[in-house]
């Protein structure tokens, strides 16, 4: 029998070195690019209502969110939900190397590099209540298509881990389907002799991914429906969750749906303002992609097998279809940058596809030096994206502090003022009393949660934030008891916040005036 030691010893020798670089890379790039937002507490307008949060949210269909998040506690804890965060996605980098087979340290470190600052990760560090469980599910939807690949059964367990994923965190589905399409491609391309070289064999590996999908979908949706019964609940409404099961969220039926899918992929990928955002980031995106089909045009194998060379067409054909499986799920959410990560992965598999070529001439060479060049800019970039959208993230703060700090001080000297008061406030600050100061839009435009000027966009917000950083509880009335108020003479006539006028007592009710209506 084995101590700790001997045991830690065997599993460290069985460790590959690249996965230790990915996972390292991963790691230390990751606390490099992030730390500003771990080491501070800079909640979002959703993470107001989040410093402690059970993460039970079955009606949205995430039956695993609850148990994932639960590793770090129910708490708002930057930096310890940071840490699991990037741990998970060391792990991650490492399980892509793998599937990817990519060995050379140089793309090691720049595909862990991609992965660690591409802007959809910011985001996810902006809602940093939930990243440790998103990371979780991440690490689990790669998984799924690992070990498909890796073993002949393997997409029975594959199967379950995509359950798991999903059910913390449906948009990573994406991210699942496009390896799914990368392995397929690997699966066809490599070089295999006997039966296992064999049509036939391929396809039936191929199949392998298809019933990975199918079970795990499967058996998500299974759990989901088991646990809503036992809990007496039903799917709720926001983000079209609840027509997931049933499509009744889909207009203009199935074809007109696809169709919406290819057409904002286009429009994401060539004016998203994420994937490039200057000619430097532009230039390297032409570049590794150009590098990519270079190497994929030269290799003539890929032309003289017809199978290969319609698997690769409808490869492509089928990609963007994966990369936005979300709105064929739910065609009515609102698809922000959060649950488009799975863009990073097509910079991956260029930097993969690009390291496996063979390089015998100097213009072979050349050509690999450009696409570890052209990927170490993409990471930069993504990596000052991140930053500029963090210190606007912390601007939004600052400038909602000293809002507040003013609003609560007029509120507490209003004649008639005690502490309980019903108040009456619409949860917007005035754009007119408050111009917008946000210097970074054409950076963060397309990131949910980086971009503006406050974090107040709901009378809840107010509340949640003067009772945690101003140490003071308001009464505000519920959203549906202020309808009337709203189109009243008397509130109309009121200033909008800082006015002389904007904040009133009527009746008991301490109205609060924080915008204009406009009639």
């Not at 230790?20 to 080491?39: N, V």
């Amino acid at each position: 029998m084995m101590g700790p030691e001997g045991v830690f010893r065997v599993i460290y020798g069985k460790i590959k070195r690249e996965w230790k670089i990915a996972f390292l890379s991963c790691f230390f790039l990751g606390l490099l690019i992030h730390m500003p937002i771990m080491l501070s507490d800079i909640p979002n307008h959703d993470g107001l209502d989040s410093m402690y949060f059970d993460q039970n949210m079955i009606t949205s269909g995430r039956w695993f969110l609850m148990i994932a998040c639960g590793f770090s506690s129910f708490f708002t804890i930057p930096w310890v939900i940071g840490v699991l965060g990037l741990l998970f996605l060391g792990c991650t980098g490492a399980a892509l190397c793998e599937l990817l087979e990519v060995r050379k340290t140089w793309a090691v470190i720049l595909c862990s590099g991609l992965l660690v600052s591409f802007p959809a990760l910011a985001c996810a560090f902006a809602y940093v209540f939930t990243l440790d469980g998103y990371m979780l599910a991440l690490l689990l939807s790669t998984l799924a298509v690992l070990f498909t690949r890796k073993f002949k059964r393997g997409y029975l367990p594959g199967a379950v881990c995509l359950a798991f994923s999903m059910g913390t965190y449906q948009a990573y589905l994406a991210f699942a389907m496009i390896l799914s399409v990368f392995a397929i491609l690997m699966l066809f391309a490599e070089e295999k002799n006997g039966a296992e070289g064999t049509l036939k064999s391929r396809i039936m590996g191929a199949l392998r991914y298809l019933y990975m999908g199918v079970i795990g979908a499967g058996l998500y949706v299974v759990i989901l429906q088991v646990l809503l019964w036992i809990q007496g609940k039903e799917l709720a409404g926001y983000q079209g969750i609840d027509g997931m099961l049933s499509g009744s969220a889909r207009e203009g039926g199935i074809f007109s749906t696809v169709m919406g899918m290819y057409r904002d992929f286009a429009a994401f990928s060539l004016r998203g303002n994420v994937l490039f955002q200057n000619v430097f980031s532009l230039a390297a995106c032409i570049l590794l992609a150009a590098t990519a089909v270079f190497f994929l045009t030269r290799n003539r194998k890929y032309w003289k097998n017809p199978a290969l060379l319609v698997i690769i067409v409808l490869s492509m054909l089928t990609l963007p279809f994966a990369t936005n499986i979300i709105l064929l799920i739910s065609p009515s959410v609102t698809y922000h940058l959060l649950m488009r990560y799975q863009w990073v992965l097509y910079g991956i598999g260029a930097v993969a596809f690009i390291s496996r070529a063979e390089y015998n001439t100097r213009s072979g060479v050349l050509l690999e030096w450009t696409g570890c060049l052209a990927s170490f800019v993409l990471v930069f970039h993504y990596g000052v994206t991140d930053n500029i959208a963090y210190s606007n993230l912390e601007k939004k703060y600052e400038k909602t502090y000293a809002y507040c700090l003013r609003l609560l001080d007029r509120i507490e000297q209003t004649e008639g003022y005690y502490p309980g008061v019903p108040i009456a406030m619409v949860g917007v600050v005035g754009d007119e009393q408050f111009p917008s100061t946000d210097l970074t839009l054409s950076v963060t435009s397309n990131m949910i949660g980086m971009y503006g000027d406050n974090l107040l966009y709901r009378g809840d917000n107010y509340e949640a934030f003067i009772r945690h950083y101003l140490g003071a509880t308001l009464n505000i009335l519920p959203a549906e008891a202020m309808e009337e108020m709203y189109y009243a003479e008397e509130y109309v006539a009121m200033d909008s916040f800082p006015g002389e006028n904007s904040i009133r007592m009527i009746d008991g009710v301490l109205y609060i005036k924080t915008e204009n209506v406009m009639r």
